[in-house]
């Protein structure tokens, strides 16, 4: 390990939260293709190693998180309970705003067809989804996206690793342009 992944790793350590890039760079003094090199060739020796830890890479930025093969474990030490699964209903509102981001809760409950406030809400306390603005029409209703830690919960590098949807038919996406 280079003087720069040790700098990488001890800072990532200490931070917990996913750090962009840019800021590693400068915290560093090195350039952001060294970074991203490093980050590279750290993640490749903890996965080659099967270290507990691992580096998961979320758009530009990086975290070192506990391997899921030891998360059990991980959750018995720190005496955590399991994370409450999410309702149908939830992981509805989580696809469309996945899929669709950024969008508004009507256009969520127009695709569903019901009531979705209490899921949006759900979501939201989880810190999965947040407000990514508002729509510049009347009434500015408010827009949501999905964040890192949807990005984590799910093992994504980016919202491009999501399995495609599959193809629609003329008259769904005939609806589906109606919408919006």
């Not at 530009?60 to 030490?77: H, I």
């Amino acid at each position: 390990m280079n003087a720069l992944q040790a700098t990488l790793e001890a800072i990532l350590f200490a931070a917990g939260d996913p750090l962009p890039v840019e800021r590693l760079a400068q915290a560093a003094e090195a350039e952001p293709d060294e970074v991203r090199a490093a980050l590279d060739a750290l993640a490749a020796q903890y996965d080659r190693e099967n270290r507990g830890v691992m580096l998961v890479r979320l758009e530009d930025k990086a975290q070192l998180c506990s391997r899921p093969a030891y998360g059990d474990a991980v959750r018995r030490a720190l005496e955590r309970r399991k994370p409450p699964r999410l309702s149908p209903a939830a992981l509805e509102v989580l696809t469309v705003v996945a899929y669709r981001q950024p969008v508004t809760r009507a256009y969520i409950e127009q695709l569903r067809g019901v009531d979705s406030g209490g899921a949006l809400l759900g979501l939201i306390d989880k810190g999965l989804i947040a407000e990514a603005g508002r729509l510049d029409v009347p009434g500015r209703p408010i827009l949501y996206r999905t964040t890192d830690a949807f990005l984590r919960a799910f093992s994504l590098a980016s919202l491009s690793d999501l399995p495609a949807l599959p193809e629609l038919t003329a008259s769904e996406q005939r609806a589906l342009d109606e919408m919006g």
